[in-house]
């Protein structure tokens, strides 16, 4: 019924900000869950995982075959080209030993057909290049992992405040109706010779003060609601509004006490850190010996895809770059430092995270203290306005001091809800280190 109620008053309020916009209800559960699903973020993210996909596939050359196919054909009288196509095509005779057509042959046609094939058996080097691009793929899918927990705290972020600006709206709201009503008081006193000129000027000055705040809020609303949707992906005019109010929602310390080392940013650091050891084991082991299979099948004749003769050619081939002159020294050199560095940045970056963590619950415990203290400066504003403007609507009481105490509870109304917002979002994003 509260909840109705409060949705009742902040349409009401948003009806009163453009007419052209419609607008639209939503809930936290649905923000997050579209976020999730159209952020463009996410979807480059995504896209950056298949990219590290391709580069990992691209290794499978490391134990599969290579095989290709051409078709050959050409026209000759080069002796050379000559004796050996015919000897190819298997048509070469005794006729064709004379001296004369050695050195003087007709033109002759040939078609190849060439079936060529590599096979890695021993590369050593190669298997770690794979691991390390497996280790890059898990690195950037803990990194899409982080990026989708980032967007959604600040999904949850933007949400809530979107929330506190429907709230400084309807306390602003509200603030305009007392400064109305405080306005026909003195006018009333005013025309019975009870208030001075001044002490109408000083109502409609405060009047003017709550109207370019309300204006304010209401263009903050708007700005907030766009980002929201920006988030979400969408483009049309639509004014969003919370489906939840804005309340407390308390957690207990002693829940988060620590950093988790599955959190995925910590788990792709420690990744791209493991992705560096495997690229410093590829270049130690460029200085072993590779082993390679290779092998052709040809068909051989003088008309277009025929092959009426064939051979074929098979071999191993055990290969050892012994020096290269230090360009593999260097190479090793530079990936055992960036393995190195890559460990430090690892420790580095925990050791801040923990950091933040500490950062993080004592904000929670701040933010605790200052809704507190918010909560009866709240009341007791509210406590002095009631009492000052009673004593004003029976002549008892100055028009100033009203004013500054209906102000004071303007101000008091909108520290809290500042002061809820500070407080859940101290805890969303203990939470967020904690995950």
């Not at 409060?6 to 923000?31: G, N, Y």
């Not at 109305?180 to 001044?198: I, P, V």
């Not at 004014?239 to 957690?251: A, C, S």
Request: aromatic share 10%; net charge negative; charged share 25%.
């Amino acid at each position: 019924m509260k909840k109705t109620l409060f949705l009742s008053i902040l349409l009401s309020a948003v009806s009163m900000l453009s007419e052209a916009q419609q607008t639209f209800p939503i809930s936290k559960e649905d923000v997050l869950a579209k976020v999730q699903a159209e952020n463009s973020s996410i979807k480059i993210s995504e896209q950056t995982i298949l990219e590290a996909k391709g580069d990992y596939r691209q290794t499978n050359a490391v134990f599969l075959p290579n095989i290709s196919v051409s078709h050959t054909a050409f026209s000759t009288n080069n002796p050379v080209f000559a004796f050996g196509s015919k000897l190819n095509q298997g048509v070469f005779s005794e006729a064709d030993f004379d001296v004369n057509k050695l050195n003087n042959p007709e033109s002759i046609e040939n078609f190849t057909t060439n079936i060529q094939f590599e096979q890695p058996l021993i590369n050593m080097d190669g298997f770690y290049q794979r691991g390390a691009a497996q280790m890059k793929l898990q690195a950037s899918e803990f990194q899409s992992d982080y990026q989708k927990n980032t967007l959604q705290l600040e999904a949850e972020k933007t949400y809530m405040t979107l929330q506190l600006a429907y709230k400084a709206v309807f306390v602003l709201e509200k603030a305009k109706v007392t400064a109305l009503e405080n306005q026909k008081t003195a006018q009333r006193y005013f025309d019975q010779g009870m208030l001075l000129h001044a002490d109408v000027l000083d109502v409609e000055v405060r009047l003017n003060e709550i109207e370019n705040q309300l204006d304010q809020a209401n263009s903050q609303l708007k700005n907030v609601s766009d980002y929201l949707k920006f988030l979400m992906n969408e483009s049309d005019d639509k004014i969003l509004i919370p489906n939840d109010e804005l309340e407390i929602t308390p957690i207990s310390l002693s829940d988060f006490e620590s950093i988790s080392t599955n959190r995925p940013d910590i788990k792709a650091l420690e990744t791209a850190s493991l992705a560096y050891k495997k690229i410093n084991q590829s270049d130690k082991m460029s200085f072993l010996p590779t082993l390679n299979a290779f092998g052709n099948y040809e068909l051989f004749d003088n008309q277009l895809f025929q092959g009426a003769s064939n051979s074929y050619f098979v071999g191993a081939q055990l290969k050892w770059d012994i020096l290269q002159g230090s360009k593999r020294f260097g190479k090793t050199q530079k990936s055992k430092a960036e393995y190195d560095k890559s460990v430090l940045q690892y420790e580095q970056y925990v050791s801040k995270s923990k950091i933040e963590l500490n950062k993080a619950k004592r904000a929670v415990q701040d933010a605790q203290n200052k809704l507190q203290r918010a909560a009866t400066a709240r009341k007791q504003s509210e406590e002095a306005l009631r009492i000052r403007t009673d004593r004003f609507r029976e002549g008892l009481e100055k028009t100033s001091d009203v004013l500054q105490s209906e102000s004071q509870y303007a101000q008091s109304q909108l520290a809290y809800y500042q002061s809820i917002f500070e407080y859940n979002f101290a805890c969303a994003n203990l939470k967020f280190l904690t995950n």
